[in-house]
């Protein structure tokens, strides 16, 4: 079975910068997506952002530019660097990995912005 542990959510100004992270362990390795989606109130949970095994990324329109995914695979941990934040960022984060039929998610880490 595979983990994912999150942190890094925090109550922030709009404006401000975050980073999250996402451990991973157990039977989740390199070759991997991982994934950033998040969910808000009332709303169906969306897709932030992707990496790839290779590096490759993939964003969301309402964050690119805004929003950087990166991942470290000698520590098995992926990033989310999240900058000039908004208050419609506001929502749960949740970290994925997936590779063929294989998909785990974390349990959520709390992203509030607001003055």
């Known amino acids: 079975q595979g983990r994912l542990v999150e942190s890094g959510g925090d109550l922030v100004q709009p404006g401000g910068s975050l980073r999250l992270s996402c451990a991973a362990s157990g039977s989740i390795s390199s070759i991997y997506t991982m994934g950033w989606y998040r969910q808000a109130p009332g709303k169906q949970r969306d897709l932030v952002a992707t990496?790839?095994?290779?590096?490759?990324?993939n964003y969301a329109d309402s964050v690119k530019g805004r929003f950087t995914i990166s991942r470290d695979n000698a520590k098995n941990t992926v990033y989310l660097q999240m900058n000039s934040l908004k208050p419609e960022d506001t929502a749960v984060y949740y970290c994925?990995?997936?590779?063929?039929?294989?998909?785990?998610w974390g349990q959520g880490t709390q992203v509030t912005v607001s003055s």
């Open positions: 990496v790839t095994s290779g590096g490759n990324t």
């Open positions: 994925n990995a997936r590779y063929l039929i294989r998909n785990f």
